[in-house]
């Protein structure tokens, strides 16, 4: 089946500082990617959608500047939150989209704690 | 897409089978049922999805009532691994990039 990787799977960083979380899709191609966020006890929010060689579309609320999205390759997709805050700690989680399946398939998650 | 209502929480005995229902009563022709399930801390697992027919695979059964506006999931012999959030998501299938739309989903507790 079709496997969606995150790197890393959990990271704490110091406030003020950045952190780059990677989303690949193993054994597919993915034109679109989406990127959610899961506070505890809460559902998946999406974040931003991004679609291959061309700038993400970010879902209202959420800021651009702070959370860059890059989706360089049909593979690979790459989220960085600058300037981390504490209230930026969550559960980060990013889907791929399968141009052959028409099905989205979920990454494992990635753990940020900003401290 | 559609929205879905969900009990927030059900328990079920080990061994037992788990019928999570969802209400959808908004929902277009050519919009499809999935489910999904998010056991904690992960990311969430395709279980299955369906446009009219019932549908089975090797982890589930899914139940749409005629008229489509509601359906169940039914996990046929429960265990603990199996105590999750599941999540029923209505959207349209194949051609649409569009995001999936996650509500608040049931929180299913399997209890030995």
């Known amino acids: ?115 | 897409d559609a929205k879905t209502t969900q009990p927030p929480s059900m328990d079920c005995a080990e061994g037992r089978a788990a019928n999570l229902p969802c209400n959808h009563s908004t929902i277009s022709g050519n919009e499809y049922v999935y489910w999904y399930r998010q056991i904690h801390s992960q990311g969430p697992q395709y279980i299955i999805h369906g446009l009219k027919n019932n549908e089975t695979n090797e982890m589930a059964s899914l139940i749409i009532t005629e008229d489509r506006k509601s359906s169940t999931l039914i996990l046929p012999h429960a265990t603990l691994r199996d105590t999750a959030v599941y999540y029923c998501i209505v959207r349209v299938a194949r051609g649409s990039q569009g995001n999936l739309i996650f509500g608040k989903g049931t929180k299913l507790s399997v209890k030995p």
């Open chain 1, 1 to 115: 089946g079709a496997v969606v990787s995150q790197h890393p799977s959990w990271v704490i960083c110091k406030s003020g500082t950045s952190v780059k979380i990677e989303c690949r899709s193993l054994d597919f191609q993915a034109t679109t990617m989406f990127w959610y966020r899961q506070f505890p006890k809460q559902s998946l929010m999406l974040m931003a959608t991004s679609n291959e060689g061309s700038k993400a579309t970010y879902e209202q609320g959420v800021e651009k500047d702070k959370f860059l999205i890059n989706h360089a390759s049909l593979t690979l997709s790459t989220l960085t939150v600058t300037s981390a805050h504490p209230e930026d700690s969550s559960f980060y989680i990013c889907s791929a989209y399968g141009t052959a399946s028409y099905e989205q398939y979920f990454g494992p998650g990635t753990r940020l704690t900003v401290t």
